[in-house]
């Protein structure tokens, strides 16, 4: 679904472009094409934390014993956990807020856009929780 978002976002704003340099702009094209992009980030986050491991300094963590690089990447996916949560908690009273803010040319409410942060951030705290459980469930195996 994310391809999908990002084709039509990319679709959507460069028709808009060549349509208004032809001087018959699209004007709900953009509307439309902010909120794909929308869901198009946090709905990608979410794919992007799913199927991969967090950036980390090597030449830090390979210093450290097995135990302990258990432990550090647990506390970092805590220290994430806390931030998404805090991201769906401010999230729903935004999107609740910006629910008679209208975009101008579809006629929805812009909640449809600010939704994307907190039930994406939602979705993120799952794979997280995910990760969380299988690290802490895996055997430390020493040398590694």
Not at 50 to 77: C, E, F, H
Not at 89 to 111: C, D, H, M, N, V
Request: net charge positive; charged share 10%; aromatic share 12%.
């Amino acid at each position: 679904m994310v391809q999908v978002f990002l084709c039509a976002v990319v679709f959507l704003v460069f028709s808009s472009a060549i349509c208004r340099t032809l001087k018959f702009p699209i004007n709900w094209a953009i509307d439309l094409s902010l909120l794909l992009f929308a869901w198009t980030v946090f709905l990608g986050a979410d794919m992007a934390l799913r199927n991969t491991d967090l950036v980390n300094v090597d030449m830090i963590i390979k210093q450290l014993s097995p135990g302990a690089r258990k432990g550090l990447y647990i506390l970092w996916q805590i220290v994430i956990l806390a931030f998404l949560a805090s991201l769906v908690l401010y999230g729903i009273p935004l999107s609740l807020e910006s629910s008679k803010r209208l975009f101008q040319t579809l006629g929805i409410s812009y909640s449809w856009a600010t939704i994307s942060v907190p039930v994406g951030s939602f979705l993120m705290m799952i794979s997280t929780g995910i990760k969380i459980y299988k690290a802490a469930k895996t055997p430390v195996v020493k040398g590694k």
